[in-house]
């Protein structure tokens, strides 16, 4: 079949909006405080060369995804090792994705409702979505992330009249252990994930420009992140802000335009689910890439539903509420992710390196 093709604009709202969507409902770097906003600068900022880990790998094997790239270094038995790792990371990262936007429905919206209920419509989705390959994903990215952007920071423009920035004070209060450690977490989820770009980037038009993508990418989705809980603290207060599973809503919640015009929250509610939803889509997205290098087939459309199901199963068993899943999160993830995201990329960019030289020796 023809080879899917996103033009450069296209992977960079990819990118944005996988790294920021996460802002737009959940409490990120809670455990700093007031001091937050720091921890996402200084994340943002580390992020860039990881990210150009990742580009520098993909750029010494122009025109292959990760799993292809795994063959060709450690050879098939052992690349295929490797598959099967990412793979389930990708899976398991959309499960966790999904099984968020499922409690944050109930939560907020429709709090009888069982979890199957919404898995159910989310998967038909998110099949839909998938079975429509990587040019049509690209194509509602760029017109959610629009949509979204416009509206927050129309909703931003209201809250002003709200905010207090005394909230923000004092700095490095509790000094920079939680800086640190938020930082750390941040890196791991969401910016750290972004290496399972590298299972379909190679999509991209003009591959020399990975760099400038991921690049623009990060700092615009960090920009609006620290923008977010800006806002969040000086709203709500560190307290609330740090307590609450989702401050954003709790922000927009006492948003009222001339005493009359409420309810607001709705809207951040929508963009959360449409978010969230196509963050889950790029995860499974390469998940199926996988399973189709791993098993040599010719197309990954076919995998997509099994693989849907698999994670909506998961959802199902995986954690019994939110706060088992948030706990996990914050304890155990970060170093998960440092793992799978820094450590496991570095080995994989030495040998990289190390093949490259081979080869250049034998011509």
């Not at 809250?159 to 791991?188: C, D, H, R, W």
């Not at 960019?349 to 190390?354: D, G, H, R």
């Amino acid at each position: 079949m023809n080879k899917e093709i996103i033009s450069d604009n296209h992977a960079m709202y990819m990118i944005i909006i996988f790294c920021m969507g996460v802002s737009l409902i959940f409490s990120m770097a809670a455990g700093a405080k007031q001091d937050g906003w720091i921890a996402i600068i200084l994340a943002t900022t580390v992020s860039i060369p990881l990210a150009f880990m990742y580009c520098k790998i993909l750029n010494i094997f122009p025109n292959k995804n990760i799993f292809d790239i795994f063959e060709i270094i450690f050879g098939k038995f052992i690349g295929k090792i490797f598959s099967v790792l990412y793979i389930g990371l990708g899976i398991y990262i959309a499960t966790l994705i999904i099984s968020d936007f499922t409690d944050f429905i109930k939560i907020v919206g429709a709090f009888g409702t069982p979890k199957i209920i919404p898995l159910i419509l989310v998967g038909f989705l998110c099949i839909w979505m998938l079975k429509g390959g990587i040019e049509v994903m690209a194509r509602w990215t760029k017109v959610v992330l629009f949509s979204i952007v416009f509206l927050a920071i129309i909703t931003w423009i209201m809250l002003i009249p709200q905010m207090n920035i005394n909230n923000l004070k004092p700095v490095l209060y509790n000094g920079f252990s939680p800086i640190i450690k938020e930082t750390m977490a941040l890196i791991s989820f969401p910016f750290g994930e972004l290496f399972l770009f590298t299972g379909f980037i190679n999509c991209v038009k003009k591959t020399k420009n990975l760099y400038n993508i991921f690049l623009k990418g990060i700092v615009i989705a960090g920009s609006i992140t620290l923008v977010a809980n800006i806002v969040n603290i000086m709203v709500l207060g560190t307290n609330i802000n740090s307590k609450s599973y989702f401050p954003a809503y709790e922000t927009v919640r006492r948003l009222e335009v001339a005493g009359v015009f409420g309810r607001i929250e709705i809207i951040v509610a929508s963009t959360f689910v449409v978010t969230e939803f196509i963050e889950a889509c790029f995860c499974m997205l390469t998940s199926c890439k996988g399973i189709q290098k791993l098993f040599n087939c010719k197309d990954y459309r076919f995998i997509v539903t099994p693989t849907v199901l698999l994670v909506i199963n998961l959802s199902l068993i995986l954690y019994n509420n939110l706060m088992e899943a948030m706990e996990f999160d914050i304890k155990i993830w970060p170093y998960v992710g440092v793992f799978f995201e820094v450590v496991l990329p570095f080995i994989i960019l030495i040998f990289a390196l190390i093949k490259k030289k081979k080869d250049v020796v034998k011509q």
